[in-house]
């Protein structure tokens, strides 16, 4: 019986002795998304992160996604780098990242506008990449376009595009919102209009650019008449001739 309860006592230990421990991965808290769409379909967007690290961490590298430009986090020094056309940004603490951190991320991206066969404009705002590695708890959005509208937003989320649960509402040309689930990591969260044609003032389309002339006749037969604008009216009377 010795002889047992001995062997049993070096099992626990070379048990206890080859365990693998893992750290537990961080954790975002909360998410709240700014975006501002201009008149020409490009967008800014502000993201403030809130991210619990479970211990001590020197570095952390952020998603930000493809084709932004003009990137900051707020108080500190990022390196970027580009890792299958995904942008990402690394920033350092030299008294190490721990607790409840709060990271504000802000960028820029143009010509997220679509325009489809009929004319109407599909405008699609990736409010969240799926490139974060940390489950995100919660998740608040705004998103105030450069006019008003009548069109209902969808949303959808995750790796196959499925709908996700959203409680919107319209408060004169802005969308506020709020994510009803928990996110996975990995997940993201991607906001559709469709919305009339010549919505935005596309300056550029596939295959070619806009063109406005200012003139009392038809100057080709695919020409469409439009609304001047105070651009339109500032070239007609100060613009070289």
Same mark, same amino acid.
């Given at each position: 019986?010795?002889?047992?309860?001995? %062997?049993?006592?070096?099992?626990?230990?070379?048990?206890?002795?080859?365990?693998?421990?893992? @750290?537990?991965?961080?954790?975002?808290?909360?998410?709240?998304?700014?975006?501002?769409?201009?008149?020409? =379909?490009?967008? &800014?967007?502000?993201?403030? @992160?809130?991210?619990?690290?479970? /211990?001590?961490?020197?570095?952390?590298?952020?998603?930000? =996604?493809?084709?932004?430009?003009?990137?900051?986090?707020? #108080?500190?020094?990022?390196?970027?780098?580009?890792?299958?056309?995904?942008?990402?940004? +690394? %920033?350092?603490?030299? @008294? #190490?990242?721990?607790?409840?951190?709060?990271?504000?991320?802000?960028?820029?991206?143009?010509?997220? &506008?679509?325009?489809? /066969?009929?004319? +109407?404009?599909?405008?699609?705002?990736?409010?969240?990449?799926?490139?974060?590695?940390?489950?995100?708890?919660?998740?608040?959005?705004? &998103?105030?376009?450069?006019?008003?509208?009548?069109?209902?937003?969808?949303?959808?989320?995750?790796?196959?595009?499925?709908?996700?649960?959203?409680?919107?509402?319209?408060?004169? +040309? +802005?969308?506020?919102?709020?994510?009803?689930?928990?996110?996975?990591?990995? /997940?993201?969260?991607? %906001?559709?209009?469709?919305?009339?044609?010549?919505?935005?003032?596309?300056?550029?389309?596939?295959?070619?650019?806009?063109?406005?002339?200012?003139?009392?006749?038809?100057?080709?037969?695919?020409?469409?008449?439009?609304? @001047?604008?105070?651009?339109?009216?500032?070239?007609?009377?100060?613009? /070289?001739?």
């Amino acid at each position: 019986m010795k002889r047992l309860f001995r %062997l049993l006592w070096i099992l626990v230990v070379m048990l206890c002795c080859t365990a693998t421990v893992y @750290a537990a991965e961080p954790v975002v808290e909360q998410i709240n998304v700014r975006c501002d769409v201009d008149k020409h =379909g490009d967008y &800014v967007m502000k993201v403030t @992160a809130d991210v619990r690290f479970t /211990e001590p961490s020197g570095e952390v590298m952020l998603p930000i =996604g493809t084709d932004a430009r003009k990137i900051s986090v707020a #108080g500190y020094k990022i390196s970027r780098k580009k890792i299958e056309g995904n942008t990402w940004v +690394t %920033l350092k603490d030299s @008294a #190490g990242l721990e607790g409840l951190q709060t990271f504000v991320i802000s960028y820029e991206k143009l010509r997220a &506008v679509t325009p489809e /066969e009929d004319k +109407t404009q599909t405008l699609d705002v990736e409010l969240l990449c799926p490139l974060w590695d940390w489950p995100v708890k919660k998740m608040a959005f705004s &998103v105030t376009m450069p006019k008003k509208f009548q069109v209902e937003p969808m949303f959808s989320s995750g790796y196959y595009a499925e709908q996700i649960s959203v409680d919107s509402r319209i408060d004169g +040309t +802005t969308i506020q919102g709020t994510v009803r689930e928990s996110l996975l990591d990995r /997940e993201s969260v991607d %906001l559709t209009l469709q919305l009339p044609k010549r919505y935005f003032r596309l300056q550029n389309i596939p295959g070619g650019a806009e063109l406005r002339i200012i003139s009392r006749k038809q100057p080709t037969e695919n020409a469409i008449q439009v609304d @001047a604008t105070l651009e339109d009216v500032f070239l007609y009377y100060f613009g /070289e001739r």
